[in-house]
């Protein structure tokens, strides 16, 4: 279900539900509470709560006070957190819409709860037979204020929508989601925002001699693909594109170093959840019509133990002509990103980043609570984007990158090994990656954070579409 949002119109509904974005409590609309309701307003305040509902019986009214003492992007932060409480009281209350008055005139803290509320409103339920019934109330949030600009309610209806689209991409099961059909998902997406798709059959990939994604593949039934996007409008601010990779491996039994299931292996349809970031962003960035060229590239496949499938001790050669040892097939990633950060070169690019749940390891130092990054890019452009990561909250860990990791991955017969052994694996995954590219770039391991086990506030449960927010606003502030 989307939820809408909108500028505020009619204020004349009093049966609408509301929330008071101010500063004080003094700020508080003559009319809107009971003398009753102002008592217990101002105990909750003096206890200190920032967010607080007053249930009317016929409405809601939801009052919310930032604490403009933090740092801005933890003030954000904290209202998104506080917007995604308020839209679990409006459901519980079976409210339809409800408007945020911003009365504090705090641009920023508005947007941010509007966020919060239309993102933790999300659901995945396309394959529940009474949909219906367990379908959230909430539809609308109009938001009602002198400092918000249009434009800024138009860019975040834009993000919540492709963060939704994300979300229901990592969620669908690979039975619904073959690598073939993701790709056809990319196809709808360009042809609803207005960016240039084009998709690579199995015989295209063979011709292109992409051995990395072809032997992952060998284990399936389904064929491969590799989905080209492309937004290039006219006056962009870069001359050279900004290019964007994301793994697309639809399901990750391991291969033949098959995973555990429990724990593990059941939950990965999610693997493809750096392809769904990367496209979204896509989406986002033609519907908003960001004047930035941008290219995405996603190599996809299943990665299975059957048919011919590749084995621990084979030697792969990669589309750029380096040779692989592979001692682990569960480390496929790498090997379908290689190729196509190798095919990257031909854009000549700016930037290079590419988003993918690679590791454990990466999942296991930061957990769910940030973005694991590594790569080349000057100190500038790293500074940029994790200023873009604190401005959403999908903060950026930095891993060092020393020489000395590139000689976990050599290799007796081969180039490299396709693993580094059991120290520093998200290092290793990056240095290996680090082999096929000749500009600048970036890697982030988002395995941590692309899938949740339990509720986490507005980014909820399973997929959870990191990385769209933050390219988005990376792009944007370019």
Same mark, same amino acid.
């Given at each position: 279900?989307?939820?809408?949002?909108?500028?505020?119109?009619?204020?004349?509904?009093?049966?609408?539900?509301? %929330?008071? %974005?101010?500063?004080?409590?003094?700020?508080?609309?003559?009319?809107?509470?009971?003398?009753?309701?102002?008592?217990?307003?101002?105990?909750?305040?003096?206890?200190?709560?920032?967010?607080?509902?007053?249930?009317?019986?016929?409405?809601?009214?939801?009052?919310?006070?930032? /604490?403009?003492?933090?740092?801005?992007?933890?003030?954000?932060?904290?209202?998104?957190?506080?917007?995604?409480?308020?839209?679990?009281?409006?459901?519980?209350?079976?409210?339809?819409? %409800?408007?945020?008055?911003?009365?504090?005139?705090?641009?920023?803290?508005? =947007?941010?709860?509007?966020?919060?509320?239309?993102?933790?409103?999300?659901?995945? @339920?396309?394959?529940?037979?009474?949909?219906?019934?367990?379908?959230?109330?909430?539809?609308?949030?109009?938001?009602?204020?002198?400092?918000?600009?249009?434009?800024?309610?138009?860019?975040?209806?834009? =993000?919540? /929508?492709?963060?939704?689209?994300?979300?229901?991409?990592?969620?669908?099961?690979?039975?619904?989601?073959?690598?073939?059909?993701?790709?056809?998902?990319?196809?709808?997406?360009?042809?609803?925002?207005?960016?240039? !798709?084009?998709?690579?059959?199995?015989?295209?990939?063979?011709?292109?001699?992409?051995?990395?994604?072809?032997?992952?593949?060998?284990?399936?039934?389904?064929?491969?693909?590799?989905?080209?996007?492309?937004?290039?409008?006219?006056?962009?601010?870069?001359?050279?594109?900004?290019?964007?990779?994301?793994?697309?491996?639809?399901?990750?039994?391991?291969? @033949?170093?098959?995973?555990?299931?429990?724990?593990?292996?059941? $939950?990965?349809?999610?693997?493809?959840?750096?392809?769904?970031?990367?496209?979204?962003?896509? $989406?986002?960035?033609?519907?908003?019509?960001?004047?930035?060229?941008?290219?995405?590239?996603?190599?996809?496949?299943?990665?299975?133990?059957?048919?011919?499938?590749?084995?621990?001790?084979? %030697?792969?050669?990669?589309?750029?002509?380096?040779?692989?040892?592979?001692?682990? !097939?569960?480390?496929?990633?790498?090997?379908?990103?290689?190729?196509?950060?190798?095919?990257?070169?031909? $854009?000549?690019?700016?930037?290079?980043?590419?988003?993918?749940?690679?590791?454990?390891?990466?999942?296991?130092?930061?957990?769910?609570?940030?973005?694991?990054?590594?790569?080349?890019?000057?100190?500038?452009?790293?500074?940029?984007?994790?200023?873009?990561?604190?401005?959403? $909250?999908?903060?950026?860990?930095?891993?060092?990158?020393?020489?000395?990791?590139?000689?976990?991955?050599?290799?007796?017969?081969?180039?490299?090994?396709?693993?580094?052994?059991?120290?520093?694996?998200?290092?290793?995954?990056?240095?290996?990656?680090?082999?096929?590219? /000749?500009?600048?770039?970036?890697?982030?391991?988002?395995?941590?954070?692309?899938?949740?086990?339990?509720?986490? !506030?507005?980014?909820?449960?399973?997929?959870?579409?990191?990385?769209?927010?933050?390219?988005?606003?990376?792009?944007?502030?370019?």
């Amino acid at each position: 279900m989307k939820t809408t949002i909108k500028a505020a119109g009619d204020t004349g509904r009093g049966n609408e539900s509301l %929330v008071l %974005v101010i500063r004080d409590i003094k700020s508080i609309p003559a009319g809107i509470f009971s003398a009753e309701e102002m008592k217990y307003v101002h105990k909750q305040v003096d206890e200190k709560k920032k967010a607080l509902v007053v249930n009317q019986y016929n409405r809601l009214v939801c009052i919310l006070l930032p /604490d403009t003492q933090k740092e801005p992007y933890v003030m954000a932060e904290n209202c998104r957190k506080s917007g995604e409480q308020f839209a679990a009281s409006l459901n519980r209350n079976k409210a339809v819409n %409800v408007r945020i008055r911003d009365i504090g005139g705090m641009a920023e803290a508005t =947007l941010a709860v509007a966020e919060g509320m239309a993102l933790s409103n999300y659901q995945f @339920l396309r394959h529940k037979s009474e949909s219906k019934k367990e379908a959230n109330t909430l539809q609308a949030i109009a938001v009602e204020s002198n400092k918000v600009k249009e434009a800024d309610l138009l860019n975040l209806g834009i =993000l919540v /929508d492709a963060v939704c689209r994300a979300r229901d991409l990592v969620n669908e099961p690979v039975s619904h989601l073959s690598a073939t059909q993701l790709a056809e998902a990319f196809v709808k997406l360009g042809k609803e925002a207005g960016f240039k !798709t084009d998709v690579f059959n199995k015989a295209k990939i063979k011709t292109l001699k992409m051995g990395g994604l072809l032997a992952v593949n060998l284990g399936s039934q389904q064929p491969p693909t590799f989905t080209v996007m492309e937004w290039k409008p006219r006056g962009a601010k870069n001359k050279k594109p900004i290019v964007l990779i994301g793994k697309g491996v639809v399901y990750d039994t391991g291969g @033949l170093s098959l995973k555990p299931t429990p724990n593990s292996m059941d $939950y990965m349809k999610s693997d493809m959840a750096g392809s769904a970031a990367v496209a979204c962003t896509m $989406y986002a960035v033609a519907k908003a019509k960001l004047p930035v060229h941008v290219v995405a590239l996603v190599p996809a496949t299943d990665n299975r133990p059957g048919e011919n499938a590749y084995t621990p001790g084979d %030697v792969i050669t990669m589309m750029s002509g380096h040779t692989v040892e592979v001692l682990n !097939t569960d480390a496929e990633g790498r090997m379908i990103l290689a190729d196509a950060l190798h095919y990257a070169k031909r $854009y000549s690019p700016e930037l290079v980043m590419d988003f993918a749940t690679l590791t454990g390891a990466a999942a296991m130092a930061v957990g769910p609570y940030g973005i694991v990054c590594m790569g080349n890019a000057k100190e500038k452009v790293k500074e940029k984007l994790k200023k873009s990561g604190e401005n959403v $909250y999908e903060r950026l860990a930095e891993f060092p990158f020393w020489d000395e990791y590139d000689e976990l991955l050599k290799s007796d017969i081969a180039d490299m090994k396709n693993i580094g052994g059991s120290i520093a694996g998200a290092i290793t995954a990056g240095k290996f990656l680090q082999r096929y590219v /000749d500009y600048q770039w970036m890697h982030f391991d988002i395995a941590g954070p692309s899938f949740l086990h339990a509720s986490n !506030t507005y980014r909820g449960k399973n997929g959870t579409g990191v990385g769209v927010r933050f390219l988005f606003d990376y792009l944007r502030n370019l």
